[in-house]
């Protein structure tokens, strides 16, 4: 065990937390579901409720692909529903799978927390829930409930340490939730290893503290170097967009080494969120002549209309 990071919670103070926003819907309002980063960001009306980056100008510093929406684009837009609110298409966030999530023939629920926009297989949530229930056929007695309309509310609004819910009221029992997988813990709950500064080469920072809300990468993800942020990717849109002239940015003002979600662009794009809608939001637009900054592998969210 390293020795020192003793302290890294020490870092965490009260006035940190506002009331600003809420930690229910772990940062989703504040940061690009792509990046992690904050910014000029766009927010989906829909059910998921995260935020985007549009341009390709707004994902530079974070190395984001962005949505790819041209300024000419934005400045056309109405409310932004995203592809996945549009289609009625989710990712489980458990598995990463993207299913249908509309009734009669919804694969993937929605927590029913009203600020949280995560969806999941019943099986893959009920086995989250309760991990040593006894299955047959590979189901669990919550899983069958689950898939037939029981409500349920996702772990992320328990601590996976303790099993506690949050009290914002005081700063060690305030949930931290990951941003790749549904893991959170008490401030006070969470492992040393998820630091809130980078130590030498061996500890990348895990933990960010954002205006009213801290955000992690739990232990399960692998940290870019390049990036400072967990591995991209991760996202899938239902329907490819056509993307001509392509072009590969990846090197262009990188690496931003350890810089992860970054709280002062974040403050800025929330800023931005509180002074009233902004110009930019639009249904599902897309473009002919995008140019996307992609780090993380050809078509690597853009897959699922070869099925
Ligand atoms: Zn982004
Ligand atoms: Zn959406
Ligand atoms: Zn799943
Ligand atoms: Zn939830
Ligand atoms: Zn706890
Ligand atoms: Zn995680």
Same mark, same amino acid.
């Given at each position: ?11 965490? $103070? ?47 510093? $974070? ?8 300024? /000419?684009? *934005? ?8 592809? =996945?609110?549009?289609?009625? +298409? ?10 249908? $999530?509309?009734?009669? =023939?919804?694969?993937? *629920? ?32 919550? /899983? ?25 009221? +005081? ?18 709950? *969470? ?55 392509? +072009? ?33 939001? /639009?249904?599902?637009? $897309?473009?002919? =002549? +995008? ?17």
């Amino acid at each position: 065990m390293m020795s020192d990071y003793d302290d890294h919670n020490d870092s965490y $103070s009260e006035d940190d937390i506002t009331d600003l926003g809420t930690n229910n819907d772990n940062g989703n309002g504040v940061l690009c579901a792509l990046c992690d980063d904050g910014g000029h960001l766009i927010s989906c009306i829909g059910r998921c409720k995260r935020s985007f980056h549009p341009r390709m100008e707004d994902g530079i510093d $974070s190395a984001c692909r962005t949505l790819g929406y041209t300024y /000419a684009e *934005l400045e056309k837009m109405g409310d932004y529903l995203c592809e =996945n609110c549009k289609y009625n +298409q989710h990712q489980c966030f458990k598995c990463g799978e993207l299913e249908p $999530s509309a009734e009669p =023939n919804a694969k993937v *629920l929605k927590c029913e927390n009203p600020s949280c926009g995560y969806f999941y297989h019943p099986k893959c949530v009920a086995k989250l829930l309760e991990p040593d229930a006894p299955e047959v056929d590979g189901s669990s007695v919550l /899983a069958q409930r689950i898939k037939e309309g029981l409500p349920f509310t996702c772990p992320m609004h328990r601590c996976f340490n303790c099993g506690g819910t949050e009290n914002r009221a +005081q700063k060690a029992m305030q949930l931290a939730g990951c941003r790749r997988c549904p893991k959170s813990y008490h401030i006070g709950c *969470l492992p040393r290893e998820i630091s809130f500064v980078t130590i030498g080469w061996n500890v990348p920072q895990r933990a960010w503290k954002l205006p009213g809300l801290v955000t992690i990468y739990c232990l399960d993800h692998k940290i870019s170097v390049a990036t400072g942020s967990a591995e991209r990717g991760h996202i899938k849109f239902p329907h490819r967009r056509i993307v001509l002239g392509r +072009q590969r940015l990846a090197n262009i003002g990188l690496p931003r080494r350890f810089a992860g979600p970054g709280a002062v662009q974040a403050y800025n794009g929330l800023r931005r969120r509180l002074a009233g809608p902004s110009a930019a939001r /639009a249904v599902g637009a $897309s473009s002919n =002549n +995008q140019v996307v900054i992609d780090d993380e592998g050809p078509e690597a969210d853009l897959d699922m209309d070869e099925d």
